[in-house]
């Protein structure tokens, strides 16, 4: 049998459209997901004078970015979510959270808190637990949080929790009336340094993800917890700010800000979500340093803004 030159171009030629076609699509995908990183890691040039830990995690796609990713940073009231979600997983348990008790004064706590103003004209106030956990994620209310945590055991019950469901790296240690006691002082800063009420952009990232894929406890509950992300009414400035029309937001912010005007932590963790059914994970911790509030705060919304700009992208290929 004679096989002629044509012949063997074509089947040369017929192999190199297949390998085009089996490796492009592949090559497209790790080129889009590498720029999702290097849109990240163009918005830190030049470098924030600060700790910083930053994930993103897109859900479709499975892209994600990261800069100082596993880095360690005070949570401040974003600590707040895994109480919440301990709560709301401890109701698949039989925890009731529209049992209502009495919250008195000797509850307060200082810093932020609705609730204490309320406490302070009023004496007493009588609170659900689910009242609780909607005024600790919504307002960030210190005083709610700390009588949630305290009728579901204290911080080793959340410890048990986030260990349970395989988030040791997130780590709630002190009521917010421990916090708030030590603020400022040498205590505190020790405990920065021990990694207490801290946690990764990546730890966080996990924790939102696993949340929305109904890992961490119920269907009805994580509709509940996430239903409470959607509601928070803090961090105007932040990931909100960087969303587009028709985009929207469940999260959770923290802040830290000494007398003297050094920040310990401007942080939003949160899932931002597009009209075409876009969802991306956003976390941004920007933790001890000199950087001030409104640079701290214009990095996290211009963090929303690429990563909606990234989506974008790949919604109109």
């Keep these: 049998m004679v096989t002629s030159k044509f012949s063997i171009s074509m089947r040369h030629y017929v192999v190199a459209v297949l390998l085009v076609i089996i490796i492009a699509p592949g090559q497209a995908a790790t080129d889009r997901c590498s720029d999702l990183q290097r849109r990240v890691e163009t918005l830190l040039m030049p470098p924030l004078e600060a700790s910083i830990s930053i994930a993103l995690i897109d859900l479709q796609s499975h892209c994600s970015a990261a800069v100082n990713g596993d880095r360690p940073v005070p949570m401040m009231s974003v600590y707040k979510l895994p109480i919440v979600l301990t709560a709301l997983a401890a109701t698949d348990k039989g925890l009731d959270l529209g049992r209502s008790m009495r919250v008195t004064r000797a509850d307060i706590v200082s810093?932020?808190?609705p609730l204490a103003d309320e406490l302070r004209r009023?004496?007493?106030?009588?609170r659900t637990l689910r009242e609780l956990a909607s005024e600790a994620m919504l307002h960030s209310d210190n005083t709610s949080s700390d009588v949630l945590l305290a009728q579901l055991g204290g911080p080793a019950e959340v410890r048990k929790f986030l260990l349970a469901k395989g988030h040791g790296g997130i780590s709630v240690d002190r009521f917010e009336r421990d916090i708030e006691r030590d603020y400022g002082t040498a205590r505190f800063h020790d405990a920065i340094a021990e990694r207490r009420d801290s946690a990764s952009a990546n730890s966080l990232a996990?924790?939102?993800?696993?949340?929305?894929?109904?890992?961490?406890?119920?269907?009805?509950?994580?509709?509940?917890?996430?239903?409470?992300?959607?509601?928070?009414?803090?961090?105007?400035?932040?990931?909100?700010?960087?969303?587009?029309?028709?985009?929207?937001?469940?999260h959770k912010t923290g802040t830290g800000e000494l007398p003297s005007g050094f920040n310990i932590a401007t942080n939003?963790?949160?899932?931002?979500?597009?009209?075409?059914?876009?969802?991306?994970?956003?976390?941004?911790?920007?933790?001890?340093?000199?950087?001030?509030?409104?640079?701290?705060e214009a990095l996290?919304?211009?963090?929303?803004?690429?990563?909606?700009?990234?989506?974008?992208?790949?919604?109109?290929?």
């Design 111 to 113: 810093g932020h808190s």
């Design 122 to 126: 009023m004496g007493s106030r009588n």
């Design 206 to 250: 996990k924790l939102i993800a696993d949340l929305y894929a109904g890992r961490l406890m119920s269907a009805r509950a994580s509709a509940e917890a996430i239903d409470l992300m959607q509601q928070v009414a803090t961090g105007s400035r932040r990931l909100r700010a960087g969303l587009a029309p028709q985009w929207r937001l469940a």
């Design 268 to 296: 939003d963790a949160g899932m931002i979500e597009g009209p075409h059914g876009e969802r991306m994970i956003a976390v941004v911790l920007i933790g001890p340093g000199h950087a001030n509030f409104a640079q701290r």
């Design 300 to 317: 996290i919304a211009d963090v929303a803004r690429q990563a909606i700009t990234w989506l974008s992208a790949g919604t109109a290929d």
